[in-house]
């Protein structure tokens, strides 16, 4: 652990001169130089804005021609914040889910006063100039023949009222990927999955209906999102949802056997869940359909009951392919984000906010899922963006970026 942090941190090397005579003689020396003592502190170096002064060194030859140094690439022509601050804006927003005003009073903190409505068009225009590369990412994860899905309402605020948005996350291959819409509807995952084929791993929302038939995504099923029906039934049957639980607890214990022999997706683990977890699943099966006709089916036992039935062959669709995972935690833990965001800056202004929001949520996200610094990544190509060709792009999102940068 030593090593790691010591690896991570910047050294900064603080001399302090020892007294100049002698503390018991009061000589004045020479002395005899000695090895230091050195001790290691982790300090905290308080945020700090710096005005970048750019002068370009200019030239005149004895032909007359005059030349000077490039001016150096900035976010916009003649822009007066720099890539940096374009980040941190972005970064504190949508990975700390802090709103506008307050970032505004860390900058205020640091040294200057930058106006929220400043703070917003850094944003949105952040958003603007980083749309190819999202637009990019949403293409993979639609290529992709295994993706996770779910979605969480998202408040707008129209010139009346607010009203409710959504917004959708899609995760594939170490893409996060969010998407804004004005509604729950079915044409959301339709506009981003189309008619790709594989595995969709979502819960029971109708929503998901128009990708998930024949020919396209097989459907997956969640075994959390069953579970949280019996934990809602828990005080009305206690006994019968321990058992419910027991049964699923048995199968998640197959999962930790497999991570712990390292077999994780492979045929070893295809083999040991049908040996190990195809016999629970039947168990299971067996008691939910014992336990059908014993509760009223609008009862909070009778729900979990039902709901298990009417999923049961994507529930155990797992049992057939060893990549798929038992539920669908990995998209629900994606929009925790978004919860925090609702709860900090409430709302979007409107449903461009909503798309703009959506673009840097899955730029930040895809950066941390694939362990980059999304303030080092954005400040970098948001001044490439302009120069970089179309053709190109993949080679700029935050999976490749990190070898791209080693390799320069």
């Known amino acids: ?54 002068r370009m060194e200019k030239k005149k030859c004895s032909c007359g021609a005059i030349f000077s140094a490039p001016a150096p690439v900035r976010v916009t022509e003649g822009g ?17 889910a802090l709103p506008l005003h307050r970032i505004s009073k860390r900058f205020a903190r640091a040294g200057m006063d930058i106006a929220r409505s400043t703070l917003t068009d850094l944003f949105h225009r952040t958003a603007s100039l980083l749309a190819p590369i999202y637009d990019r990412l949403l293409v993979l994860v639609a290529a992709s023949d295994y993706g996770n899905a779910d979605e969480t309402s998202q408040p707008v605020m129209d010139e009346d009222q607010c009203r409710r948005g959504f917004v959708w996350t899609f995760i594939a291959g170490g893409i996060i990927a969010y998407v804004f819409s004005k509604d729950r509807g079915g044409e959301t995952p339709q506009r981003i999955l189309g008619d790709t ?55 998640y214990e197959v999962e930790v056997q497999a991570a ?18 195809k016999p629970v699943t039947e168990q299971l099966h067996t008691w939910l359909k014992q336990q059908q006709g014993r509760h009223d089916p609008k009862s909070p036992m009778g729900k ?22 038992l539920d669908n935690n990995i ?39 694939n362990r980059i610094n999304p303030q080092h990544y954005i400040a970098d190509v948001l001044i490439r963006m302009d120069t970089h060709p179309a053709s190109e792009i993949d080679t700029l999102l935050p999976m490749h970026w990190r070898d791209r940068v080693a390799a320069a």
């Not at 022999?261 to 040991?272: E, P, S, V």
């Open 1 to 54: 652990q030593r090593d790691k942090r010591n690896q991570q941190l910047e050294l900064r090397v603080v001399e302090h001169p020892a007294a100049a005579s002698c503390p018991s003689c009061q000589a004045e020396g020479p002395f005899v130089a000695l090895p230091p003592d050195v001790s290691d502190e982790i300090e905290y170096l308080t945020e700090r804005l710096v005005r970048l002064r750019h």
């Open 260 to 277: 712990q022999a390292k077999i994780l997706g492979t045929d070893a683990h295809r083999i040991l869940r049908r040996e190990r977890s």
């Open 80 to 96: 007066l914040y720099g890539p940096g601050l374009h980040a941190y804006a972005v970064v504190s927003k949508c990975a700390d």
């Open 304 to 325: 979990a009951v039902g709901y298990c039935l009417r999923q049961w062959p994507r529930l155990i669709r797992f049992l057939d392919d060893p990549k798929l995972r």
């Open 197 to 251: 084929t594989g595995y969709l791993q979502v819960d029971g929302h109708t929503g998901y209906n128009h990708v998930c038939v024949p020919p396209q995504r097989e459907r997956v099923g969640c075994l959390a999102h069953a579970r949280r029906y019996f934990h809602k039934a828990r005080d009305h049957c206690p006994n019968e949802c321990n058992a419910a639980f027991d049964f699923i607890r048995r199968l």
């Open 331 to 369: 998209s629900e833990g994606a929009l925790r984000i978004i919860a925090l965001g609702r709860d900090n800056f409430r709302w979007v202004g409107h449903d461009e906010a909503g798309d703009n929001l959506a673009i840097l949520q899955t730029i930040v996200a895809t950066c941390v899922a």
